[in-house]
């Protein structure tokens, strides 16, 4: 594996071929150029890892190259400069505009492979942060310039001042996870560990050692309140929390500690807890299916998420956020949407909100059919023509009560997509921003077989 590529930019060919030999006989992929014309020319064809800029060029000296490349935004990679009779001036003024290093002639060649060296591992671990820091930013980072996404914003901030806990509600898909984390991330708390633990599709013992741990033979599994010591924990899918399990975490809750699935010890509580569901649980309680205590216990302060129809004019903008950040971290290709495309999707009813939205450009950028995406494109992948309104929808449909309407929406959106699919209920699941659990579950609820009839 090559450890580096290099470009040396010296307008004298004895000191260009001994680095480029020196650096070479280290394994570094060395270019060479006599002039900053060449230099600009070799950037532009590939970007090099590092490069060895000499100040002292007939035609443009480096310290205006060097300007130039970090004036365009183009200074990418660190700059070592090299000089035959530089001063201070000129090494200040090469450190001001970005330059890594300064290197006096005659060269060093020892000196020189060490500053190389540093160079390139200073600059891997810039670009390690920057990758680790925008991995995170999906589950950070509440997107949308919206009037409710401001509201939002500004509610979670002065709910994170404080240390109360949250009950956060919203469809699924509307971004309830990433609510939570950008509260974490602007509490007191969030220099401390942030753990999310599901509550859907596990039995009640699996569901009990998960928050409180496990002992057995003398060996000890944290579960995810000790995990998250100090920090926030959210219950994701609350509601789906069998009556057993309410009992213990309500009294874990009240007491302030607990004790070890098969242990003995007691074990001191010290987090905050974020509840999320996509479920009323006010209607749960009343219909005697959680318990009303453990309900206001965790409905301190309630949140909701808004679902992505009633801030759709941030599809634009959440749309052009996923493009990049994916091909920045996950290196698809980028791909730029037509005006005709946003429009399309500005006004599609995204009945799997934001994480629908997510899958969709994902599919769109590995699918890579050109630079852009078309509107055609983008009915094709949808599956069905985007625009939605009242007038789309049968005249008795809009005479029901909301509930059986939403009922009988659901149930012919879920056939037409299963017979789309060929009952493929992953890829169901996958467009529609369901997880696959809740998905078998309103599956059943509506009566619906995942293996449509053959035609």
Do not use: C
């Not at 950070?140 to 404080?162: D, F, N, V």
């Not at 899958?359 to 009915?379: K, P, S």
């Not at 008795?396 to 059986?404: Q, W």
């Not at 699941?429 to 293996?451: C, D, F, I, W």
């Amino acid at each position: 594996m090559n450890p580096g590529y290099i470009l040396v930019v010296d307008d004298e060919p004895d000191i260009r071929r001994l680095v480029q030999e020196i650096l070479e006989d280290e394994h570094y992929k060395v270019v060479t150029a006599e002039n900053a014309k060449t230099a600009r020319e070799a950037v532009r064809k590939q970007r090099p890892d590092l490069v060895l800029l000499d100040i002292w060029m007939p035609d443009t000296d480096g310290i205006s190259l060097l300007r130039e490349w970090s004036q365009s935004g183009n200074l990418e990679m660190p700059v070592i400069m090299i000089s035959g009779h530089g001063t201070v001036e000129t090494a200040v003024e090469a450190t001001r505009l970005g330059a890594y290093d300064f290197i006096e002639k005659p060269l060093s060649m020892g000196k020189l492979l060490v500053t190389v060296e540093r160079a390139l591992e200073n600059d891997k671990l810039r670009r390690e942060n920057l990758r680790l820091r925008r991995q995170t930013e999906p589950a950070t980072t509440l997107i949308g310039k919206s009037l409710l996404m401001q509201q939002l914003r500004k509610s979670i901030e002065r709910i994170a001042a404080t240390d109360a806990w949250v009950l956060i509600s919203g469809e699924a898909g509307s971004g309830k996870a990433v609510a939570a984390r950008y509260l974490h991330a602007h509490s007191g708390r969030k220099d401390a560990p942030f753990v999310e633990v599901s509550l859907a599709a596990s039995a009640p013992q699996q569901v009990t050692a998960l928050l409180f741990g496990q002992e057995l033979k003398g060996t000890i599994k944290p579960g995810s309140f000790e995990q998250a010591a100090g920090g926030t924990l959210l219950l994701n899918e609350i509601n789906d929390l069998d009556s057993a399990t309410q009992a213990r975490l309500l009294d874990a809750l009240e007491q302030k500690h607990f004790i070890r699935v098969g242990g003995h010890v007691t074990v001191e509580m010290d987090v905050r807890i974020i509840a999320a569901s996509d479920q009323d649980l006010q209607k749960a309680v009343e219909d005697k299916r959680f318990r009303e205590d453990l309900y206001y216990r965790l409905n301190v302060v309630p949140l909701r998420v808004p679902s992505l129809r009633e801030h759709h004019e941030d599809v634009p903008e959440l749309i052009n956020f996923y493009v990049n950040w994916m091909a920045d971290n996950e290196h698809l290709p980028y791909r730029k949407f037509t005006t005709g495309a946003l429009n399309l999707l500005r006004n599609y009813s995204w009945p799997g909100n934001v994480l629908e939205l997510r899958n969709m450009v994902q599919r769109l950028l590995i699918l890579n059919r050109g630079e852009e995406v078309t509107e055609a494109e983008v009915e094709q992948t949808l599956g069905a023509p985007a625009p939605v309104s009242a007038e789309a929808y049968p005249p008795t449909l809009m005479e029901m009560p909301l509930r059986d309407a939403r009922e009988q929406f659901e149930k012919a959106y879920l056939e037409h997509h299963l017979k789309r699919t060929g009952g493929n209920v992953a890829e169901v699941a996958r467009m529609s921003g369901m997880e696959r659990t809740h998905l078998y579950r309103k599956l059943k609820q509506l009566g619906v077989n995942p293996k449509p009839p053959k035609e």
